[in-house]
């Protein structure tokens, strides 16, 4: 695996990369399809078992273990952050609304402004769909700034600032403005055929733990982006 410390360059030959590692924490770029971690229903290879493979180096009874700072959707590839230890994951979390996180994405159709914040209260049903409501009582305030950088054919790149960070945000937001990204099964289009989901974790700009210096890692999407976006 990859260890430096430099912007990652990854097309997500496999499925995790390390960007960064030091003695507190862990920056990975992961690929579409792989789980963060296991769910009930899913016990398979994840990020988080990979990343628990690599800091016990072999061995099983080592007491060696990464903490999970927060997740990306199956289907979305690029930044995590894992931590190496239990207090560098509190502190990491008790500061997240300080974490900048900058996702890219193509979307159905054209937006209605080059530029725009979509915001409304985000709730979850008993089959697990989240959902906008006017309801501030059932559902939390979320916020999605976007600007379009690119448009080609029927589709938009959309550079995405997540202002806030509830389950599902992006697809939800754009789905409701008619702008669905791109092969989302669960909050896309019908008709829509392709098999990825084009959601990308951009970048992460977070202080240290630690030492409170900020750091900036950014990755490049998956090829799959520039093949839809080919004019």
């Keep these: ?21 030091d003695r507190d924490i862990l ?3 992961k690929a579409p399809g792989l789980l963060t971690m296991a769910t009930e229903r899913h016990g398979e290879r994840t990020a988080y078992s990979i990343l628990t493979d690599y800091v016990r180096k072999g061995c099983a009874k080592s007491r060696n273990r990464v903490f999970i700072v927060h997740r990306l959707d199956r289907e979305t590839s690029g930044m995590l952050i894992f931590a190496k230890n239990e207090e560098a994951k509190f502190k990491l979390q008790d500061h997240w609304d ?15 402004s080059q530029s725009g914040t979509i915001s409304s209260y985000l709730a979850e049903n008993k089959a697990l769909v989240v959902y906008s409501t006017q ?5 939390k305030l979320s916020r999605t700034a976007y600007k379009v950088i690119k448009q080609s054919g029927n ?7 997540l202002l806030t960070g509830r389950k599902h945000q992006i697809r939800v937001h754009l789905s409701e403005t008619g702008n669905p990204v ?13 098999k990825n989901l084009a959601l990308h974790a951009k970048s992460i700009a977070f202080k240290h733990p630690y030492t409170g ?19």
């Design 155 to 161: 589709f938009s790149l959309l550079e995405i600032d």
């Design 27 to 29: 920056v990975v770029d």
């Design 182 to 194: 791109v092969g989302d099964r669960k909050y896309g289009r019908q008709n829509d055929h392709f």
């Design 98 to 112: 300080e974490t900048e996180k900058k996702y890219i994405a193509v979307v159905h159709g054209t937006l209605p």
């Design 213 to 231: 210096k900020q750091l900036f890692f950014e990755t490049a999407p998956p090829d799959y982006f520039n093949w839809l976006m080919k004019p």
């Design 1 to 21: 695996m990859n260890t430096s410390n430099k912007t990652g360059t990854s097309h997500h030959h496999r499925p995790v990369e390390i960007l960064f590692e």
């Design 135 to 139: 309801n501030h009582s059932t559902g």
